[in-house]
T-cell receptor, first 112, second 114 residues
Framework: DAGITQSPRHKVTETGTPVTLRCHQT?????MYWYRQDPGHGLRLIHY???????DKGEVSDGYSVSRSKTEDFLLTLESATSSQTSVYFC???????????FGNGTRLTVT | KQEVTQIPAALSVPEGENLVLNCSFT??????LQWFRQDPGKGLTSLLL?????REQTSGRLNASLDKSSGRSTLYIAASQPGDSATYLC?????????????FGSGTRLLVRP
């Protein structure tokens, strides 16, 4: 465990409800990422951050927003959850380009 | 566009066998390549990272090689054990200005039978 905590670990929510997932790191790493993992699709990048208040979109960013107001926290928000956002969400961090990527244990989100 | 492919999708071998997992990528101008392991219900664990200037990296019974010109990497597992059963994924980065993000293969699910 590279000092990454994701919360909550499990969540069930209803369609149309806003949801925020949190990733907290104690490593002071520059880069933070949100991925989702689904059967048949593998790992897909949602959003990432390359510094405080510096974020950019990944390949599946529609319906998601992120914020990073301090180095240690990266928040992923589903503004209005849909059933297609049922997935396992992983946060990852790396110190700099070229360094190993380290993952959290994931958040399993179910949207009913 | 960089694409990462892992074949086979699943592999079952008897304990003690040496085995090779394959990873291919379409754009050979990679910065590095990383191998991960994922156990069921868990996050990914970094196994080995090979820089573009390196040909291989070793950690215990694991050896990863990189051939940029052919767009291939292999992960060699010696004397496999049931505890090696997991999904193995490879990833290469897309690098642009301040951006650094990994593109993942879909993984090879390995079962080592006792």
């Amino acid at each position: 465990d590279a000092g990454i905590t994701q919360s909550p670990r499990h969540k069930v929510t209803e369609t149309g409800t806003p949801v925020t997932l949190r990733c907290h790191q104690t490593e002071n790493h520059r880069y933070m990422y949100w991925y989702r993992q689904d059967p048949g699709h593998g790992l897909r990048l949602i959003h990432y951050s390359y510094g405080v208040k510096d974020t950019d979109k990944g390949e599946v960013s529609d319906g998601y927003s992120v914020s990073r107001s301090k180095t240690e926290d990266f928040l992923l928000t589903l503004e209005s959850a849909t059933s297609s956002q049922t997935s396992v969400y992983f946060c990852a961090i790396t110190r700099q380009g070229g360094s190993p990527l380290h993952f959290g244990n994931g958040t399993r989100l179910t949207v009913t | 566009k960089q694409e990462v492919t892992q074949i086979p999708a699943a592999l079952s071998v008897p304990e003690g066998e040496n085995l090779v997992l394959n990873c291919s990528f379409t754009d050979s101008a990679i910065y590095n390549l990383q191998w991960f392991r994922q156990d069921p219900g868990k996050g990914l664990t970094s196994l080995l990272l090979i820089q573009s200037s390196q040909r291989e990296q070793t950690s215990g019974r694991l050896n990863a090689s990189l051939d940029k010109s052919s767009g291939r990497s292999t992960l060699y597992i010696a004397a496999s054990q049931p505890g090696d059963s997991a999904t193995y994924l490879c990833a290469v980065p897309l690098v642009m200005d301040s951006s650094y993000k990994l593109i993942f293969g879909s993984g090879t699910r390995l079962l080592v039978r006792p």
